[in-house]
Structure formats: C-alpha cells, structure tokens
Nanobody, 117 residues
C-alpha cells in the first residue's frame, strides 16, 4: 500500500518561489507516475504536472516555464519547484501516485499554497 506525505506549502508573495516535496512509502521502484494536482476554492481538481519513473514529464499550460517537476534518487520522492508564483496559483496542492498499468491513484492529504500580498 503506497502512502504519500507532502511538505513545503505556505504563504508567498506574487513573483516568489516555493518548493513542494512528496515522499512515497512502499515498493515503487518503476512503472509508475507521480505528480501534483491542485484544487482552488469552488473549482475542480486540476493537473499541475506529472513525471513517470522513466522521467517523462507533463505540465499544465498555465504552469509551463514557471514550474518544474522532478524525482529524487531513489525515485520515491517527487518535487515541484514553483517560480514566478501568481495569485491564481493559490490552491491546495495534492501529490499523486499511480501505477502505469492502471488502477486508482493514491492521493496525499494536500498542502495549502497561498500567493498574496
């Protein structure tokens, strides 16, 4: 059973930077994808970025060129470096894990990001 623990949320001014981390427990050496999703108040959860165990990345258009997703070594940790943050980036950010062969995703508890003056 995979479990996820997130860290790194907080309050930041527009134009600032934050780095989120997510550590996965369990045997997850390969054939999986980890990522970040976010949910703003009154909105549906949306993709931010994902990265496979092989290193293939995918980004939402709204965060391209500002956010960078990466995986640690060993590959049970995923990071999201967020630069040039905007007020519209304010949301609860959720880490996710799923196997490439299918199945329901596993979600972390979420971490709040607030971008405000």
């Amino acid at each position: 059973q995979v479990q996820l623990v997130e860290s790194g949320g907080g309050l930041v001014q527009p134009g600032g930077s934050l780095r989120l981390s997510c550590a996965a427990s369990g045997n997850i050496f390969s054939n999986n994808v980890m990522g970040w999703y976010r949910q703003a108040p009154g909105k549906e959860r949306e993709l931010v970025a994902t990265i496979t165990s092989g290193g293939t990345t995918n980004y939402a258009d709204s965060v391209k060129d500002r956010f960078t997703i990466s995986r640690g070594n060993p590959k049970n940790t995923v990071y999201l470096q967020m630069n040039s943050l905007k007020p519209e980036d304010t949301a609860v950010y959720y880490c996710s894990f799923r196997w490439l062969r299918g199945g329901n995703p596993v979600w972390g508890p979420g971490t709040q990001i607030a971008v405000s003056t």
